[in-house]
């Protein structure tokens, strides 16, 4: 993969004041077509999640390949559905949010295109105290806990749904056919474990986490199989999902899976940069103004302290891009204020000069800026609203 030079950005923005962020739209296309190509023929639902912008969004579910939107919450959901983005929205994490629960039972357009998790019969229990006993009739998924439990004494994966074995799945599906006000429409599982753990990072773990990775999708295939087939002896699925972009190529192989989830995929986030089974091109993109020269070496930045979510470490801390080879200070870090960076490219940096960064996390960015300038051809082609920019924060 070849980096671009900062000069294109550069230009493009010359017109624009940073803090700004763009998005590079050959990069953001060419991770769409290899995500369906790893894909190989399994339709993949896109995850707003790792987008957080309506333009990307339609544009990503405009391509052949993608089908279906995967939403994080309700209420986003519930906005999409009125939007018309997609006409199958399936809400990745339960529900307990009840205005957005009643809103869902009294609006026949969002029942018929949105299908909300559960992963216990307390789900459905709430959803009836929202909505009353006698609502309309809401579609639900189940979600199949997708983590490694090696000899049952060790959790690997995320910690999310109790339903682990293909007995309580069906179990599950039985309860949901017999309550009236639901409608079981499919069954998700996904593996935290393989799609969003690097296995390409240089330290010495790496060949641990590809043979856990390995026995843990194996034994994930044969357990997801039998859920599935437990599950349709009690009602009819109308889609089994799993993957995320990290682990496509393998979950699509699975004869049990009828579509693959991605969203990240698309970005290119740095978590991703440490991967064996692919590799996006870095395509969102954040630019800060150089404000301080304190020394030589080193070039201060505006704001930059746009920290990603999960466990605290250094993999969480944004990543300087453009120029090359600069580094964050270990004793600053990236802060609210101010951003520190240091290498032989700072010595060329001047005040008011850009220095551009890449976020931990694909959709995270977006919460930080209201909007994002699509640069295509060495131009920016237009300028588009985030989730923010449209006035929308679903937590």
């Not at 998700?188 to 753990?197: L, N, V």
């Not at 080193?298 to 990543?319: D, M, N």
Request: with cysteine; aromatic share 6%.
């Amino acid at each position: 993969m070849t980096t671009p030079n900062a000069a294109v950005y550069d230009l493009a923005t010359k017109d624009l004041d940073p803090p700004l962020a763009v998005v590079d739209l050959a990069a953001f296309d060419a991770n769409a077509d290899d995500l369906v190509r790893r894909a190989n023929g399994t339709p993949i639902r896109l995850v707003s999640k790792s987008v957080r912008c309506r333009y990307l969004i339609e544009r990503g579910l405009a391509k052949p390949g993608f089908a279906g939107l995967m939403c994080y919450s309700l209420p986003e959901a519930l906005w999409h559905a009125e939007l018309g983005t997609s006409e199958d929205i399936l809400v990745a994490y339960p529900s307990v949010d009840h205005d957005a629960l009643r809103r869902l039972a009294t609006d026949e357009h969002a029942r018929a295109n949105i299908t909300i998790m559960i992963d216990s019969v307390e789900h459905l229990d709430l959803i009836d105290a929202a909505a009353g006993h006698e609502h309309a009739r809401i579609r639900v998924c189940i979600e199949l806990d997708a983590s490694w439990r090696p000899l049952g004494l060790v959790h690997v994966g995320t910690r999310r749904s109790p339903v682990f074995t293909p007995r309580q799945a069906a179990e599950l599906a039985r309860n949901v056919v017999a309550r009236g006000g639901f409608r079981l429409a499919g069954l998700m599982a996904y593996e935290g474990q393989i799609a969003g753990f690097p296995d390409s990072t240089g330290a010495r773990t790496d060949r641990v986490v590809r043979w856990m990775q390995r026995r843990s999708a194996g034994e994930l295939a044969r357990r997801r199989g039998e859920a599935v087939k437990a599950v349709r002896e009690v009602a009819e699925l109308e889609f089994v999902n799993g993957g995320g972009s990290g682990s496509i190529d393998m979950t699509s192989a699975e004869d049990a899976v009828t579509e693959v989830a991605a969203g990240s995929g698309l970005i290119g986030s740095t978590l991703f940069d440490g991967y064996t089974r692919f590799h996006p091109r870095p395509a969102a993109l954040f630019a800060l103004p150089v404000v301080h020269k304190p020394t030589r070496g080193i070039a201060t930045l505006f704001s930059g302290g746009y920290i990603a979510s999960g466990p605290a470490s250094a993999s969480r801390l944004p990543s300087p891009y453009l120029p090359a080879g600069l580094k964050l200070l270990p004793i600053e870090g990236a802060g609210e204020v101010q951003t520190p960076v240091r290498g032989k490219a700072a010595r060329d940096l001047r005040l008011g000069d850009r220095v551009w960064l890449r976020h931990a996390k694909a959709g995270e960015l977006a919460e930080r800026f209201t909007h994002y300038h699509i640069v295509a051809d060495g131009r920016v082609e237009r300028t588009v609203p985030t989730y923010r920019g449209d006035g929308q924060s679903f937590g």
